[in-house]
T-cell receptor, first 116, second 113 residues
Framework: AQKITQTQPGMFVQEKEAVTLDCTYD???????LFWYKQPSSGEMIFLIY??????QNATEGRYSLNFQKARKSANLVISASQLGDSAMYFC?????????????FGQGTELSVKP | DGGITQSPKYLFRKEGQNVTLSCEQN?????MYWYRQDPGQGLRLIYY???????QKGDIAEGYSVSREKKESFPLTVTSAQKNPTAFYLC????????????FGPGTRLTVT
């Protein structure tokens, strides 16, 4: 069965510093995708970054990068130069192969607080 | 502007009543999804639909029903059979092409008393 684990319920970071949010996954499917979403207090889920299981390079999107270590089954999110607006819940999610219907399995989330 | 709308933002119902949550998208996406989120938890899949007139159960479908008569719309009915209906409900859609990233609506917070 597929599973996503986020072991950090809460994290604090000083403004302008970098922070790493951990995510490990478990799947027997050779083809899968890993996503990170941000959920501010308003509740809406905002798509941040995607990494495919066959991608050779780590994904980057602006201040977000994904540290993908396939052998360790980890897909950590790195946020550089943290801003106050980065304070939110962050969810790691995994999509299986096409026969999984594109549905996502989510971790429990990490609450990030950025201190001024 | 393209996007996903969910209405209403807040919904209150008495126990024993069925209630329907609306989800509409104008992104021309084929697939649509309903998730439930409880406080301090991740999202759990209720139902999903990859094409009009077809849908599949997710991990927690009991007590819920859906329909997909139009590409743009995927309403969710929370029936009286759902034992703990109070939760935050999120609708999402995704294109049929790789990598199938999902885009979410603003959510509906349902309170049943």
């Amino acid at each position: 069965a597929q599973k996503i684990t986020q072991t950090q319920p809460g994290m604090f970071v000083q403004e302008k510093e970098a922070v790493t949010l951990d995510c490990t996954y478990d799947t027997s499917d050779p083809s899968y995708g890993l996503f990170w979403y941000k959920q501010p207090s308003s509740g809406e889920m905002i798509f941040l970054i995607y990494q495919g299981s066959y991608d050779q390079q780590n994904a980057t999107e602006g201040r977000y990068s994904l540290n993908f270590q396939k052998a360790r089954k980890s897909a950590n999110l790195v946020i550089s130069a943290s801003q106050l607006g980065d304070s939110a819940m962050y969810f790691c999610a995994m999509r299986g192969g096409y026969n999984q219907g594109g549905k996502l399995i989510f971790g429990q989330g990490t609450e990030l607080s950025v201190k001024p | 502007d393209g996007g996903i709308t969910q209405s209403p933002k807040y919904l209150f119902r008495k126990e024993g009543q069925n209630v329907t949550l609306s989800c509409e998208q104008n992104l021309n996406h084929d697939a649509m999804y309903w998730y439930r989120q409880d406080p301090g938890q991740g999202l759990r899949l209720i139902y999903y639909s990859q094409i009009v007139n077809d849908f599949q159960k997710g991990d927690i479908a009991e007590g819920y029903s859906v329909s997909r008569e139009k590409k743009e719309s995927f309403p969710l009915t929370v029936t009286s059979a759902q034992k703990n209906p109070t939760a935050f409900y999120l609708c999402a859609s995704s294109p049929s092409g790789f990598p199938y990233e999902q885009y979410f609506g603003p959510g509906t917070r349902l309170t049943v008393t």
